[in-house]
């Protein structure tokens, strides 16, 4: 695994994290490994990318930021979506989707 | 929804002002995650050490996180900034030389900008405060040689019923009247207006009612409008005073208006008090030019188009009613009001701008040149800070910062000095600077000097910033990297020409000036100044009424004073030298409509005697030239210079004013100085006080005595009361004193562009002595293996002077044909000095290069001590 790459395609951790908190609102480490865990390993999350991107978002108005307890009684700073991080997501998802189709169409005509 | 862009300026604010809590929070933020790893790690099987280290490697170091996340945000831009000001302020604090000369050079040159600017703004730039000041003009008579008549009545009443590119049209003239009542009796300034002056410039009393053509009429009511200050002052500012009459003159007049505070009064700004002019034509001065014309054009109107009418009516005026008083070739012509006030100050203070701006400009290459040395010493630091990671925008940021900081500072100390410098020039200014009062260094001058500020810290701080960041990589910390100093030296070099040429540009324009002023000054005053007693004897009351009762009056007080014990001689004159008093009439040729601009004095017989004023030519007035018999005058050897070159004056007649009576001359006697920094001789009449067709209000009176004749004044004035005891008597003053504060006025002219040389030169010198040493320092190795080799001390003080002088001859040929083309500038503003004036040229060139040869001593002389073994050994 020290070989693959798992770096975040750059750019998309913005709405891997909306997406990720879209379900459920969580903290950083949980999003972090939700995303591993649903990218199967794919992606790892830098965490100080991580950290550094919840600010950003938080500051745009994405995101909700709270301490609380977790289940297993430490303090940690829960993330959730906001109405218009929802809206961003969208946007966000579609912009994406339209491009992986387009690279998608590019390989096929290569290949 | 929330505001956009609202969270992030608040959060960021919020971190700017809590740092240490947003430190904490990012901190425990990024300790919960690696608990939370490292419990995962164990979880999955890992010994508790093995899953800390573990969570460790996947998160790194919390400082490292805390940075990254912190510096994400905007306000880590204003952290840089404030980390960069620090950094800045600690570094100039280092060298405590470089940035004293650095500042005291900035706020030299950005305090005289902001100064001069200051001055010059309401002066030149700023329009006149009236509504539509563009449309208000003054009508001149402009005479066939380029010289310019007064208005008449009768011109003023012809436009105003035939021009059509005129909204309104006033005449108005000065009038100082006496005022009297309960408090002191006190002399105001003030104007006879027509009915439309205040339309014309626009504005309306804030109380009480405007004047209306009822009251501007030959025998129409006596009333007044006054100013808001002269309200409060004396009439303690109630309302109810419209309506309400004071004594001016001895003669009850109404008050029917008080102008607004904040007007200010262009055409005459310390008048206080206002009348109708009441002329008509049947008035034998109805065509005598003693009048200001000024207008407001119609909207849409050009000052061309009103020209051209004014020029076309005022031909027809003249042709249908040919009045004695005008020549044929005589043109109208509407000048807009600012440019007709700023003429006489105009080409003086662009001259001084443009000095000034020449002191900053010199100023900036100086401080250039201090930061290029500075950074060639700091060459080491910039390579660590390169070394230790600093990107090049960082370095030139850095650098900037260092001279925007050093620029602000200065410019705020040079702003400070402004506002002190900005009194001192306002104080000691000349009483013909128009709007004098709203000069002062307010927001707009801050702004203006805070733009300055900021530029020359661009400027110095760019040239600087480029160099070294391209120097810093490459040159990395290697010692012997002084063989490439060349480059740097090269622009360095460039600097110093341009310095020095601007530098004699200076000078040589301060030079040209200091001369002329040096030449006019020393012109004799013309008289005798030593123990002569002068006063002002003022008359009011409606006794006054008729000019003859006035006449009696001095002729009776003037017999008192001569009755005095211990006065030897005596003598009355409308119009003091040196006093302030500026009293001119348009002076003709009998017959020849050609009028000249000129000093009178109606005098008693024996006032050039008092006074020890030459008669050149033919005789004095004398006592037989009196009331009845045929008027006389004399005229001064500039006067008789300019209207007879060199024919005999005697026995020609001249027209004063009126072309009626005409004057005999008599006489020539000597020029005397009337004003005092006057440029250029003035030309001078003299009548006799009893033949003078008209009373002057106010007389001076000029007494010699055996003995102290200071001591003569208590007697001189109980003499005076003794005819009239309710007469003011003021300005009791010693003719010596009258002459200190002239040469005050002209001491803090001279002072000025003094000072403005001086700067120039010591600036200029500063900026060689700093290239030249810094030459020396790079080529200490050099010089050196020079002396090593045999090389003698001669050799070595001829290479640096060559370096040194190669640079400064350089820049004072560029500088000497600069100017020649810009003395133009200065022409007008020279007296009985060419612009081109051999000697100064001289003068200024060998003082230049003899301060830029000492400039280079003594760095040729450090070099010669350059120790060769000791340097050799450094390598």
Same mark, same amino acid.
């Given at each position: 695994m020290?070989e693959?790459?798992?770096d975040?395609?750059?750019?998309?951790?913005?709405? %891997?994290i909306?997406?990720?908190?879209?379900?459920q609102?969580?903290?950083g480490?949980?999003i972090?490994?939700r995303?591993?865990?649903v990218?199967?390993g794919?992606?790892?999350v830098n965490?100080?990318s991580?950290?550094?991107a919840?600010?950003?978002?938080e500051r745009?108005?994405?995101l909700d930021a709270e301490?609380?307890?977790?289940?297993?009684?430490?303090?940690?700073k829960?993330?959730s979506?906001?109405?218009a991080?929802r809206k961003q997501?969208?946007?966000?998802?579609a912009d994406?989707?339209r491009r992986?189709?387009?690279?998608?169409r590019?390989l096929?005509a290569?290949g | 929804?929330?505001?956009p862009?609202w $969270?992030?300026?608040a959060r960021g604010v919020?971190?700017l002002?809590?740092p240490?809590a947003?430190?904490?929070e990012i901190?425990?933020?990024a300790q919960?995650? %690696?608990?939370e790893a490292?419990?995962?790690n164990?979880?999955?099987g890992l010994?508790?050490?093995?899953?800390?280290?573990?969570?460790?490697?996947e998160l790194?170091s919390?400082a490292n996180?805390?940075?990254?996340?912190?510096?994400?945000?905007?306000?880590n831009?204003?952290?840089?900034l404030?980390a960069?000001?620090r950094?800045?302020?600690?570094?100039l604090?280092?060298?405590?030389?470089?940035t004293s000369i650095a500042?005291?050079t900035l706020?030299l040159?950005?305090?005289?900008t902001?100064?001069? @600017?200051?001055v010059?703004?309401?002066?030149l730039?700023d329009?006149l405060?009236?509504?539509?000041a563009h449309r208000?003009?003054?009508i001149a008579?402009m005479?066939a040689?380029g010289s310019?008549?007064?208005?008449?009545?009768?011109?003023?009443?012809e436009?105003?019923?035939?021009?059509?590119?005129?909204?309104?049209?006033?005449?108005m003239?000065s009038?100082q009247p006496?005022m009297?009542?309960?408090?002191?009796?006190?002399?105001?300034?003030?104007?006879?207006?027509?009915?439309d002056?205040f339309r014309? =410039?626009?504005v309306a009393p804030?109380l009480?009612?405007n004047?209306?053509?009822?009251?501007?009429?030959?025998g129409?009511?006596?009333?007044?409008?006054?100013s808001?200050?002269?309200?409060?002052?004396?009439l303690g500012?109630?309302?109810?005073?419209?309506g309400t009459?004071?004594?001016?003159d001895?003669r009850?007049r109404?008050?029917i208006g008080?102008?607004?505070?904040e007007f200010?009064?262009?055409?005459?700004p310390s008048a206080?008090?206002?009348t109708?002019?009441q002329y008509?034509m049947?008035?034998n001065r109805a065509?005598g030019?003693?009048l200001r014309?000024?207008?407001?054009l119609?909207?849409?109107?050009?000052?061309?188009?009103?020209?051209?009418e004014?020029?076309?009516?005022g031909?027809?005026?003249l042709?249908e009613l $040919?009045?004695?008083?005008?020549a044929?070739?005589?043109?109208?012509?509407?000048?807009p009001?600012?440019?007709?006030?700023?003429?006489?100050?105009?080409?003086?203070?662009?001259a001084?701008?443009?000095?000034?701006g020449l002191?900053?400009?010199?100023?900036?290459?100086n401080?250039?040149n201090?930061?290029?040395a500075r950074?060639?010493q700091?060459?080491?630091?910039?390579?660590?800070?390169a070394a230790l990671?600093a990107?090049?925008?960082?370095?030139?940021?850095?650098?900037?910062t260092?001279?925007l900081?050093?620029? %602000?500072?200065?410019?705020?100390?040079g702003?400070?000095a402004?506002?002190w410098?900005v009194?001192g020039l306002?104080?000691?200014?000349?009483?013909?600077?128009p709007r004098?009062?709203?000069?002062?260094v307010?927001?707009?001058a801050?702004?203006f000097g805070l733009a300055?500020?900021?530029?020359?810290g661009?400027?110095?701080?760019? =040239?600087p910033?480029?160099?070294?960041a391209?120097?810093?990589p490459?040159?990395?910390l290697?010692?012997?990297?002084?063989?490439v100093a060349g480059?740097?030296?090269?622009?360095r070099g460039?600097l110093?020409v341009?310095e020095v040429?601007?530098?004699?540009?200076?000078? =040589?324009?301060?030079?040209?000036?200091?001369r002329?002023l040096q030449r006019?000054?020393?012109m004799p005053i013309g008289?005798?100044?030593s123990?002569?007693?002068?006063m002002q004897?003022?008359?009011s009351?409606?006794r @006054?009424g008729?000019?003859?009762?006035a006449?009696?009056? @001095?002729e009776?007080?003037?017999?008192?004073?001569?009755e005095v014990?211990g006065?030897?001689?005596a003598a009355?004159?409308s119009q003091?030298?040196?006093s302030?008093?500026?009293?001119?009439?348009g002076?003709?040729?009998q017959?020849?409509r050609?009028?000249h601009?000129?000093?009178r004095y109606a005098v008693?017989?024996g006032y050039l005697?008092?006074?020890?004023?030459?008669v050149?030519r033919?005789?004095?007035?004398?006592p037989?030239?009196a009331?009845?018999?045929?008027?006389?005058?004399?005229?001064?050897a500039s006067?008789a210079?300019?209207l007879?070159?060199g024919a005999?004056?005697i026995?020609?007649?001249?027209?004063i004013g009126?072309p009626?009576p005409?004057?005999?001359i008599?006489?020539?006697v000597?020029?005397?100085?009337q004003a005092?920094?006057?440029l250029g001789?003035?030309?001078?009449?003299?009548?006799?006080?009893?033949q003078?067709p008209?009373?002057?209000n106010?007389?001076s009176?000029?007494v010699?005595?055996s003995?102290?004749?200071a001591a003569?004044a208590?007697?001189?004035?109980?003499a005076?009361w003794?005819v009239?005891?309710d007469?003011?008597v003021?300005?009791?003053?010693?003719?010596e004193d009258l002459l200190d504060?002239?040469?005050?006025?002209?001491?803090?002219?001279?002072?000025? @562009?003094?000072?403005f040389?001086?700067g120039?030169?010591?600036?200029?010198a500063?900026?060689?002595?700093?290239?030249v040493s810094?030459g020396v320092?790079?080529?200490?190795?050099?010089?050196?293996?020079?002396s090593?080799?045999?090389?003698s001390?001669?050799?070595?003080v001829?290479?640096?002077?060559?370096?040194g002088?190669g640079l400064?001859g350089?820049g004072i040929?560029?500088?000497?044909?600069?100017?020649a083309?810009?003395?133009h500038?200065i022409a007008s503003m020279?007296?009985s000095?060419?612009r081109l004036?051999?000697?100064?040229y001289?003068?200024?060139?060998l003082?230049?290069?003899?301060?830029?040869?000492?400039a280079?001593?003594?760095?040729?002389?450090?070099?010669t001590?350059?120790?060769?073994a000791?340097?050799?050994?450094a390598?």
């Amino acid at each position: 695994m020290d070989e693959t790459n798992t770096d975040v395609i750059q750019g998309t951790l913005d709405m %891997l994290i909306l997406k990720t908190l879209s379900l459920q609102p969580l903290h950083g480490f949980g999003i972090a490994r939700r995303i591993e865990q649903v990218s199967r390993g794919v992606f790892k999350v830098n965490p100080g990318s991580l950290l550094t991107a919840l600010q950003r978002l938080e500051r745009a108005g994405w995101l909700d930021a709270e301490w609380r307890q977790t289940e297993n009684s430490r303090r940690a700073k829960f993330y959730s979506l906001t109405r218009a991080g929802r809206k961003q997501l969208d946007v966000e998802a579609a912009d994406w989707s339209r491009r992986v189709t387009a690279v998608a169409r590019l390989l096929k005509a290569e290949g | 929804m929330r505001l956009p862009g609202w $969270r992030r300026i608040a959060r960021g604010v919020g971190a700017l002002l809590h740092p240490r809590a947003t430190a904490r929070e990012i901190d425990e933020e990024a300790q919960h995650y %690696l608990d939370e790893a490292t419990s995962a790690n164990i979880a999955q099987g890992l010994t508790p050490k093995d899953a800390v280290r573990a969570a460790r490697i996947e998160l790194g170091s919390i400082a490292n996180v805390r940075e990254s996340v912190r510096s994400s945000g905007w306000e880590n831009g204003v952290e840089t900034l404030l980390a960069d000001l620090r950094y800045a302020v600690r570094s100039l604090r280092g060298a405590p030389g470089f940035t004293s000369i650095a500042l005291l050079t900035l706020a030299l040159g950005v305090g005289a900008t902001t100064a001069i @600017f200051s001055v010059v703004r309401p002066v030149l730039i700023d329009p006149l405060p009236y509504p539509a000041a563009h449309r208000i003009v003054t009508i001149a008579e402009m005479q066939a040689d380029g010289s310019r008549n007064s208005g008449t009545f009768g011109m003023y009443r012809e436009l105003a019923q035939r021009s059509r590119s005129l909204d309104a049209i006033a005449v108005m003239r000065s009038w100082q009247p006496t005022m009297t009542g309960p408090d002191q009796p006190e002399r105001l300034e003030g104007q006879r207006v027509s009915a439309d002056y205040f339309r014309v =410039l626009g504005v309306a009393p804030r109380l009480g009612r405007n004047f209306e053509p009822a009251d501007d009429r030959a025998g129409g009511p006596s009333v007044v409008i006054i100013s808001d200050e002269l309200w409060h002052r004396r009439l303690g500012g109630n309302p109810s005073v419209i309506g309400t009459e004071v004594a001016l003159d001895g003669r009850p007049r109404t008050i029917i208006g008080v102008m607004p505070p904040e007007f200010e009064n262009v055409l005459a700004p310390s008048a206080g008090v206002w009348t109708p002019l009441q002329y008509d034509m049947s008035e034998n001065r109805a065509w005598g030019h003693h009048l200001r014309t000024v207008g407001r054009l119609r909207p849409a109107i050009t000052v061309e188009q009103a020209t051209l009418e004014l020029r076309q009516l005022g031909g027809k005026v003249l042709d249908e009613l $040919r009045p004695e008083t005008y020549a044929a070739t005589l043109e109208l012509t509407a000048i807009p009001l600012g440019e007709d006030l700023t003429r006489g100050v105009r080409p003086a203070l662009l001259a001084i701008l443009g000095g000034v701006g020449l002191v900053l400009l010199i100023a900036c290459v100086n401080v250039t040149n201090l930061l290029l040395a500075r950074g060639e010493q700091r060459s080491g630091e910039f390579a660590l800070r390169a070394a230790l990671g600093a990107g090049r925008d960082r370095l030139v940021r850095q650098l900037l910062t260092e001279s925007l900081l050093l620029a %602000l500072v200065g410019g705020a100390l040079g702003m400070l000095a402004a506002t002190w410098a900005v009194r001192g020039l306002v104080a000691l200014a000349p009483p013909e600077l128009p709007r004098h009062d709203a000069i002062g260094v307010d927001s707009g001058a801050f702004a203006f000097g805070l733009a300055v500020t900021t530029l020359v810290g661009l400027a110095f701080g760019v =040239l600087p910033a480029v160099q070294a960041a391209r120097g810093a990589p490459r040159r990395a910390l290697q010692r012997g990297s002084r063989r490439v100093a060349g480059a740097r030296g090269r622009t360095r070099g460039t600097l110093i020409v341009v310095e020095v040429a601007l530098a004699l540009v200076l000078l =040589l324009g301060s030079g040209l000036l200091l001369r002329s002023l040096q030449r006019l000054f020393a012109m004799p005053i013309g008289f005798e100044p030593s123990e002569l007693l002068t006063m002002q004897v003022q008359t009011s009351g409606s006794r @006054f009424g008729e000019d003859s009762v006035a006449d009696r009056f @001095f002729e009776r007080a003037l017999a008192a004073i001569q009755e005095v014990p211990g006065v030897t001689s005596a003598a009355l004159t409308s119009q003091l030298p040196l006093s302030g008093d500026l009293d001119e009439y348009g002076v003709r040729l009998q017959a020849s409509r050609d009028g000249h601009s000129t000093f009178r004095y109606a005098v008693s017989a024996g006032y050039l005697e008092t006074m020890r004023i030459p008669v050149r030519r033919g005789r004095s007035l004398e006592p037989r030239d009196a009331a009845g018999a045929s008027p006389v005058a004399l005229i001064n050897a500039s006067f008789a210079r300019r209207l007879f070159r060199g024919a005999d004056p005697i026995g020609k007649r001249v027209e004063i004013g009126p072309p009626d009576p005409a004057y005999t001359i008599v006489g020539v006697v000597g020029d005397v100085t009337q004003a005092s920094l006057a440029l250029g001789q003035s030309d001078a009449v003299y009548t006799s006080l009893a033949q003078w067709p008209f009373a002057d209000n106010a007389m001076s009176v000029v007494v010699r005595g055996s003995g102290e004749v200071a001591a003569l004044a208590p007697a001189v004035r109980a003499a005076i009361w003794s005819v009239d005891k309710d007469q003011p008597v003021v300005r009791v003053a010693m003719m010596e004193d009258l002459l200190d504060a002239t040469a005050a006025d002209r001491r803090f002219a001279l002072l000025l @562009f003094e000072a403005f040389a001086l700067g120039a030169l010591a600036l200029a010198a500063a900026g060689i002595y700093g290239v030249v040493s810094g030459g020396v320092v790079e080529r200490t190795r050099e010089i050196g293996v020079r002396s090593a080799l045999g090389a003698s001390r001669r050799s070595i003080v001829a290479l640096v002077l060559r370096h040194g002088m190669g640079l400064a001859g350089l820049g004072i040929v560029i500088g000497l044909a600069g100017s020649a083309v810009a003395t133009h500038a200065i022409a007008s503003m020279l007296f009985s000095v060419s612009r081109l004036d051999a000697a100064t040229y001289v003068t200024v060139t060998l003082l230049l290069a003899s301060v830029a040869a000492l400039a280079c001593g003594v760095p040729a002389w450090r070099a010669t001590r350059v120790d060769p073994a000791s340097t050799l050994r450094a390598e």
